[in-house]
């Protein structure tokens, strides 16, 4: 990995830190973006890439942003829910703003929709509890 892509990092987290930290995780030819633990952004070939969700998607569109495309082992095409920034608003903390409450908003919304539902049949378990069967027990 070069200095330069470092320095994009370094500055892409540091243009999304807002109040909290932001880290960057290696993953796949790039860095996953997290906020507050919230995946939030990719950033690959020195372009960043926000999640976006349906409104947020056409709002890049308007800006001009590109979706991006990965193209897995069968050769087909696959688009994520992550937008190029517009190139303006990588200018500041303050520009990115709405784009980056957008992505915080639209993981905050993917997180909520893969947590599990309980099973109807399922009875709460006490913390720490455990159950045993009895084996071998004859009744008096």
């Given at each position: 990995?070069?200095?330069?892509?470092?320095?994009?990092?370094?500055?892409?987290?540091?243009?999304?830190?807002?109040?909290?930290?932001?880290?960057?995780?290696?993953?796949?030819?790039?860095?996953?973006?997290?906020?507050?633990?919230?995946?939030?952004?990719?950033?690959?070939?020195?372009?960043?890439?926000l999640k976006a969700d349906d409104a947020g998607a056409r709002a890049?569109?308007?800006?001009?942003?590109?979706?991006?495309?990965?193209?897995?082992?069968?050769?087909?095409?696959?688009?994520?829910?992550?937008?190029?920034?517009?190139?303006?608003?990588?200018?500041?903390?303050?520009?990115?703003?709405?784009?980056?409450?957008?992505?915080?908003?639209?993981?905050?919304?993917?997180?909520?929709?893969?947590?599990?539902?309980?099973?109807?049949?399922?009875?709460?378990?006490?913390?720490?509890?455990?159950?045993?069967?009895?084996?071998?027990?004859?009744?008096?």
């Amino acid at each position: 990995m070069t200095t330069r892509r470092n320095e994009f990092i370094d500055y892409c987290v540091e243009l999304l830190g807002g109040a909290q930290a932001v880290t960057a995780k290696r993953m796949f030819s790039g860095h996953g973006l997290y906020y507050d633990g919230l995946f939030i952004a990719i950033v690959i070939d020195e372009q960043l890439y926000l999640k976006a969700d349906d409104a947020g998607a056409r709002a890049f569109e308007e800006a001009g942003s590109s979706q991006l495309v990965v193209h897995k082992s069968t050769d087909r095409p696959i688009a994520l829910s992550y937008w190029s920034v517009p190139a303006e608003a990588m200018e500041s903390p303050y520009l990115i703003e709405p784009w980056r409450r957008g992505a915080i908003a639209a993981a905050l919304a993917s997180r909520a929709s893969k947590v599990p539902k309980p099973k109807r049949d399922a009875k709460p378990k006490l913390a720490g509890a455990k159950t045993t069967r009895a084996k071998n027990v004859k009744p008096d």
